[in-house]
């Protein structure tokens, strides 16, 4: 079993429409989360970092981590074309040295008109 | 303000070979990591460099190696090349610990 499970998709959505994203996990010892999204053949660009339990908001980005049910999911209100992409979920343990992440395998997202 | 920067973007080696990639941490970045993405799977943690030193490692041979040197930039190499190692390699930086990680573009390997 992988650490980190993420339903690959393909996702796809009409534009406006609000996508939920999510992740699961099995190390208790995550503390750190975060989303990233991909565009086709670019690096990962970091969209949202949360650290322990409850809700983050950023623009039409919301980032929630449920540690008691090792759960976290994002967000997109207000979807746009624009938003089509693979969004990877990342979380890190506190380790008093280094911030590995480990990673889900990414959701791709079609946003269509 | 600059970005994390990679070079090459692309390159194709043969069977056996060795290849170095390089990175250039984000401006006030000290601490590097490497990742291996193949195709359709979540970047997976190759080893981390801090103050010239490897801090952390993945589940990957002996054959990939890197470095950091003073100004905090870091190669990572890999001898002996397999099929299975093309792949798009990513290099991400951070100040020390924090969890705020920036990736690069990355570098984008055939190996035939």
Redesign the interface.
């Known amino acids: 079993q992988k650490e980190?499970e993420?339903d690959?998709g393909p996702l796809s959505v009409p534009e406006g429409a609000i996508v939920s994203l999510n992740c699961t996990y099995s190390n208790s010892a995550f503390q750190?989360f975060?989303w990233?999204r991909q565009y086709s053949?670019?690096?990962?660009?970091?969209l949202m970092?949360t650290?322990s339990s409850g809700n983050k908001e950023d623009g039409r980005f919301t980032a929630q981590v449920d540690k008691s049910s090792k759960y976290i999911s994002l967000f997109i209100r207000d979807s746009q074309p624009s938003d089509s992409a693979t969004y990877?979920c990342?979380m890190?343990a506190f380790?008093?040295?280094?911030?590995?992440?480990?990673?889900?395998?990414?959701t791709q997202l079609k946003v269509e008109l | 303000d600059a970005g994390?920067t990679q070079s090459p973007t692309h390159l194709i080696k043969t069977r056996g070979q060795q290849v170095t990639l390089r990175c250039s941490p984000k401006s006030g970045h000290d601490?590097v990591?490497w990742?291996q993405q193949a195709l359709?799977?979540?970047?997976?943690?190759i080893f981390?460099y801090?103050e010239e030193e490897e801090?952390?490692r993945?589940n990957f041979p002996d054959r990939f190696s890197g470095h950091q040197f003073p100004n905090y930039s870091s190669e990572l190499n890999v001898n002996a090349l397999l099929l299975g190692d093309s792949a798009?390699y990513?290099c991400?930086s951070?100040l020390g610990?924090?969890?705020?990680?920036?990736?690069?573009?990355?570098s984008?390997l055939t190996v035939v």
Not at chain 1, 41 to 46: I, S, T, V
Not at chain 1, 95 to 106: A, M, P, V
Not at chain 2, 40 to 45: A, I, L, S, Y
């Open positions: 980190v993420q690959p750190y975060m990233y053949r670019k690096g990962p660009e970091l970092y650290y990877l990342a890190s380790t008093g040295g280094g911030n590995k992440l480990t990673f889900g395998t990414g | 994390v601490t990591s990742y359709g799977q979540g970047p997976q943690f981390q801090y801090r952390q993945g798009l990513l991400a951070s610990s924090g969890n705020t990680i920036y990736f690069g573009e990355g984008w």
